[in-house]
């Protein structure tokens, strides 16, 4: 009997914490999170001209964001020879075809996959970076991208659900 009503509050659990979270959230340093709901996210920094993304799964556990990239490859496909992998620099995979080894053109790309997994406490509504010894990384920060000398704040803030 109190099985039956354990497991049952137990996913009601799981599932609030999860609704909570999913959002999109921006720092202040131009980076981005986007957590679905299908427990699927997408990550996108961008300084100056260049950029990063990736896209993966993610889970929590108390309030604590789990987060792991999955890696998306393009089919490289050379006439002749074997089709191979390669990451992909777009968030979409391609076929990517070339009637020679030498006369090719490559996609344009939005930036470079960046495949990582890490972990984001979750606590009023944003997400805080916790470093390698397990505390909150909370102390503000100069961007790159100025030389002003002004402190941002680090912490990722919820723009929409």
């Not at 980076?31 to 993304?53: K, M, P, Q, R």
């Not at 999955?70 to 009637?99: A, E, H, W």
């Not at 470079?112 to 920060?141: M, T, V």
Request: glycine share 6%.
């Amino acid at each position: 009997m109190k099985t039956q009503f354990f497991i049952p509050l137990f996913i009601l659990v799981i599932s609030f914490q999860q609704n909570k979270i999913v959002g999109r959230y921006r720092d202040n340093f131009g980076t981005e999170f986007i957590f679905n709901s299908d427990s699927t996210y997408e990550y996108t920094a961008v300084v100056h001209i260049s950029a990063s993304w990736s896209k993966g799964k993610w889970k929590v556990k108390n309030d604590t964001i789990f987060y792991k990239a999955i890696p998306s490859y393009d089919t490289i496909r050379i006439v002749g020879r074997k089709d191979s992998m390669r990451l992909s620099r777009s968030k979409t995979p391609q076929l990517i075809s070339f009637n020679s080894i030498k006369g090719g053109v490559w996609p344009i790309s939005i930036g470079e996959q960046d495949i990582f997994s890490g972990k984001l406490y979750f606590l009023n509504n944003r997400l805080y970076e916790i470093n390698k010894d397990g505390k909150l990384i909370i102390e503000r920060k100069t961007r790159c991208d100025r030389n002003d000398g002004v402190k941002y704040d680090p912490w990722f803030t919820k723009l929409s659900e």
